[in-house]
């Protein structure tokens, strides 16, 4: 395991002391939770940044757009039948 030193403002690090007491764990494990709360967050941020520039990437091309349409137009019909209940209010038979 590699080994970081890093400054935190007087503050910050009595902060971190209280709550490292509070939980019951070193402030190392904090910090190491922290981090990869954070990295974790912004991977996804990214993630979903990239999604989203691929869809309106993607909803800006009309050929595209109408081709995901008429496929969502083709399975409309089976979606509704899932739907369909008995009409004498039992799900079973």
Known sequence: MSTLSLRIPDD????LEEEASRENKSRSE???????????RK?????LGDFVAEA???YANTELRQDAQAI???FLPV????LDTPTDGKWWK
């Open 79 to 82: 979606e509704n039948e899932a």
């Open 12 to 15: 910050l690090d009595k902060q």
């Open 43 to 47: 991977e996804k941020e990214r993630f």
């Open 56 to 58: 309106r990437a993607g």
């Open 30 to 40: 904090l910090v190491r939770y922290a981090v990869a709360d954070y990295l974790t």
């Open 72 to 74: 969502a137009d083709d």
